[in-house]
Nanobody, 123 residues
Framework: QVQLVESGGGLVQAGGSLRLSCAAS????????MGWFRQAPGMEREFVAA????????DYADSVKGRFTISRDNAKNTVYLQMNSLRPEDTAVYYC????????????????WGQGTQVTVSS
């Protein structure tokens, strides 16, 4: 079992930055690939970014490439999502998740989910 807790969300103006954190507890954090997803009101959950167990391999949704960066610190059992050049369309609840896959971009490939943190980008 892995417990995930996100933090770092908030309200930011367009063009601004936020860094989300996801702290993990339970089974060995470094055994899991990690991902970030988001869900806007009335929309389906969508993939944002993923990192392999060491963080050496990453994957991004086209909509965030060049603006968002996923990283992880296995010594701190934490995965991060640095979000720059934020846009109003980035407004959503952001979730981190853990997967037994190497790197995964599909929600049902993830075994554990956090409760989410709200990100609101004003225009």
């Amino acid at each position: 079992q892995v417990q995930l807790v996100e933090s770092g969300g908030g309200l930011v103006q367009a063009g601004g930055s936020l860094r989300l954190s996801c702290a993990a507890s339970g089974r060995t954090f470094s055994s899991y690939g990690m991902g970030w997803f988001r869900q806007a009101p009335g929309m389906e959950r969508e993939f944002v970014a993923a990192a392999s167990r060491t963080g050496g391999t990453t994957d991004y949704a086209d909509s965030v490439k060049g603006r968002f960066t996923i990283s992880r610190d296995n010594a701190k059992n934490t995965v991060y999502l640095q979000m720059n050049s934020l846009r109003p369309e980035d407004t959503a609840v952001y979730y981190c998740a853990a997967t037994e896959f190497f790197v995964a971009a599909i929600g049902h490939q993830y075994n554990y989910w956090g409760q989410g943190t709200q990100v609101t980008v004003s225009s």
